[in-house]
């Protein structure tokens, strides 16, 4: 019973984040900032995946995922949309929830991947270490990104030395916080619920044909 | 085949051997130059140096070859730069140290990884999952150190930049350095380990590590 009165609050929360996102839009048009028009509509498509996924290819996405997607792209393209990063500390929040939505498809992947394909065993506390130092190297993998777009545009997407280190912290942080709150979602059970869908697609679709080929 | 695993055995047993003989002799420029604090960092260089051999002698643990090889080129190359100042001197030392620090980092992290594989039922991987742990975790550490120089908390803080983009691009340089040094080390591990190499490399040190650390923790459990 609880279990299902959560899941319909995580749909409506996910809704109401899809209407904000369209309300964002119709601001983008309203004052024709054309940049963030195409944003603002290239972030409702991303949210949108989970549902396109889901409908044609049956595959159905954590909803919790689903929602940490969309609250980060909102808070990206509200920032940009509305000037919100000017507000102190909103970059660091906008870095935080994108790290912390990385943390947990990495801690989603290696749970299902230990659950379902042979090449993976893994203790709770290993795949908790391994989690943080995933996101640790995503965010280097992203300020490379950054460094390299600067260096070949001329870009500021990377802003100096205090700014890159800040913004590995927030990864380390972020890889952290979801590592314990993986930890203790696996100790009670709960981790399995959230991913028990994707995870017997994913073994379906992708485990279990690789290891035929292999096996022919 | 073997032949060439005895003799490489040998000869990269005592350039180990003649880089603590340099170092030695970095503690004794010290000493005459009296930088103390540098006296200190020596010795505790010469220390970590003879660590595998004294850990050898006392609980009987061999630490693989390389391993020792590498601790040695490593706390030679810091211990040259900050003692004779070739991290401001020489262009891209500092670098050159930084990326064999990653590969002694990328190493360990591997080395570790296969034993706890080999030994311990919390962890099996495959190969590749295997190189890209060692990958990221190489990555990881290199941000550690990263976090270090920025809280000062060696009381050092060597950046070789002074303005905020200058100093960005010596971070970026290093993080690069250490994605570099763990890759190389994965596709050599890999490879290593394809053909049982990596196995007898890791042999004694694993049996030594299963029997004092691993067992004893599982028996505990």
Redesign the interface.
Known sequence: MQKNSLKTWGVIVSYLLKIIMIILLGISIWTFHVVWIFGTLLAIFVSFIPTILKRNYQITLPLVLEILIIIALMLHVGGGLLGAYSIPYYDSLTHFVSSFLVAFLAFVIIYILDEYWDGLMMDKYAMAFMVVVTTIAMGVIWEYNEWITDILFGTSEQWGYTDTLKDLFIDTIAGIIMAIIGVSLIKKGRFDEITDDLGRQIDEKIIKKRMKKQDE | MNKINIFCRKKCFSFSILLRVVMIISLILAIWKKDWVWVIGTFIGIFISFLPSILKQDIKITLPWLLDFLIAVVLILHVGGRLLDYYYTIPYYQLVTRFFISILVAFIALAIIYILDEHWD?????K??MAF?T???T??V??FL??IK?FNLSGYYF?GAVT??A??NV??MN??AD?IAGLIIAIIGVNLIKTGKFDKMTDDFSDQVDRLVIDRLEKKK
Do not use: C, P, Q, R
């Not at chain 2, 919390?122 to 495959?126: A, F, I, T, V």
């Open positions: 919390g962890l099996k991987m495959d590749y999952a742990l990958v990221i975790f990555m990881a290199g941000v990263e976090f920025w950046i905020e983009a100093k960005n971070l970026m993080l690069s994605t």
